[in-house]
């Protein structure tokens, strides 16, 4: 999955014009670190939180090592221009979270939505065997998935949350965008 996510970053990083790169910043450490320094485990697995998705047998293709990057629920996202950041983002909800950060750097630098339309965007995730797709996406666009193939399934419950901060330094604004999916607003003081 990681080597799938980093070839689409280097795939938007040819694709993208102008000096638009996106960067990730992963910290799953510093949130485990806190956890073991505090003696938390999880009752399910008997790790730390943060942890749960990490294989120590030595014999799985996912056991962890060096060099590897597991899936992991802390992703944050930084996307950066010139080396500079322009917007911290995160996208929550599993399984959704790696193709969520997808959708809205898609939504805002190749189809030019600000950060709120960008997270406010229709969602769908592809699980195996099958097309999971909001009540906001419409049935055109899902009778084309039918027809292309795929078992489509629309969700009683909403694909993830996130929110974006987007760093416009030609005019000193910061730009926010959070999710109507969970709780929190962008508010300017």
């Not at 010139?82 to 809205?104: L, W």
């Not at 969602?123 to 027809?147: C, P, S």
């Amino acid at each position: 999955m990681d080597d799938i996510w980093m070839r689409f970053v280097e795939n938007m990083n040819d694709r993208v014009t102008g000096p638009m790169k996106f960067r990730l910043l992963l910290q799953p450490a510093m949130a485990a670190f806190f956890a073991i320094r505090a003696g938390l485990n999880d009752a399910r697995t008997g790790k730390p939180p943060y942890f749960w998705s990490l294989v120590t047998d030595p014999a799985h293709p996912n056991c962890i090592g060096p060099g590897k990057r597991p899936l992991h629920t802390i992703i944050p996202a930084m996307a950066c221009e010139n080396g500079r950041p322009v917007m911290p983002f995160g996208v929550m909800g599993g399984d959704y979270q790696p193709s969520g950060h997808v959708a809205v750097a898609l939504n805002m630098f190749v189809y030019g939505m600000d950060p709120q339309a960008a997270i406010d965007h229709p969602r769908l995730l592809e699980k195996v065997g099958v097309v999971e797709i909001e009540d906001g996406v419409g049935d055109a666009v899902a009778a084309g998935l039918a027809a292309l193939g795929h078992r489509v399934a629309r969700r009683a419950d909403p694909l993830g949350g996130g929110q974006a901060i987007v760093i416009d330094r030609a005019r000193g604004v910061l730009i926010g965008g959070s999710d109507p999916r969970k709780d929190g607003a962008a508010a300017g003081l």
